[in-house]
């Protein structure tokens, strides 16, 4: 059954605390993505890969690092230095991340800091 | 100037009908252009692309695209209740990555 998956759906941080959000897909796809969404708003585009050990900032990735270390992960860290976590977050992928390329979306991770 | 700019709405149309969702970009490099449906509490998910100017029907589905104008849409035709939910805009330009609008929110009305 082929597909992307993130971990966990629901996620509670306490102030100060890092998180990490899990993000896995079996399509053999080459690009992977993370985007942020705030109630009401579009997607924010955080960090995105094209190759295995390779990644570059979107618009917003102050706060947030990642690691491409095999092809079908990409995890995201949610850092201390991110004021304000709280948002739903996104991650998808994309056969190699081309002009006309398709990009396909996991369930999402609902982050909330207490 | 926001760079995908899209009607928040809502756009509310009776069932039967033809919803009409409109969505205008900055960048004239702009390549490929995307529409998504996300219901209330889940991630987005695929209705159409286009690249191209002119029209692209699927189903009830239809995307029209002018560059001249940047400006793409996408028609519902025989609207029913299941297709109350935001739809988002995206546009990919010269990055390899989607830049979206904040979304049209559309109900259907039985």
Redesign the interface.
């Known amino acids: 059954d082929g597909g992307i998956t993130q971990s966990p759906k629901y996620l509670f941080r306490k102030e100060g605390q890092n998180v990490t959000l899990s993000c896995e897909q079996n399509l053999n796809h080459d690009a992977m993505y993370w985007y942020r969404q705030d109630p009401g708003q579009g997607l924010r585009l955080i960090y995105y890969s094209q190759i295995v050990n390779d990644f570059q900032k979107g618009d917003i990735a102050e706060g947030y690092s990642v690691s491409r270390e095999k092809k079908e992960s990409f995890p995201l860290t949610v850092t201390s230095a991110q004021k304000n976590p709280t948002a739903f977050y996104l991650c998808a992928s994309s056969i190699d991340g081309g002009s006309t390329d398709t990009q396909y979306f996991g369930p999402g991770t609902r982050l909330t800091v207490l | 100037q926001k760079e995908?700019e899209q009607n928040?709405g809502p756009l509310s149309v009776p069932e039967g009908a033809i919803a009409s969702l409109n969505c205008t970009y900055s960048d004239r490099g702009s390549?490929?252009f995307?529409w998504?449906r996300q219901y209330s509490g889940?991630?987005?998910?695929?209705i159409m692309?286009i690249?191209s100017n002119g029209d692209k029907e699927d189903g009830r589905f239809t995307a029209q695209l002018n560059k001249a104008s940047q400006y793409v849409s996408l028609l519902i035709r025989d609207s029913q209740p299941s297709d109350s939910a935001t739809y988002?805009c995206?546009v990919?330009a010269g990055?390899?990555?989607?830049?979206?609008?904040?979304?049209t929110r559309l109900q259907v009305q039985p």
Request: without cysteine; hydrophobic residues 35%; positive net charge.
């Open positions: 995908v928040s390549q490929s995307f998504y889940k991630s987005p998910e695929l692309s690249y988002l995206a990919m990055r390899r990555a989607l830049t979206f609008g904040s979304g």
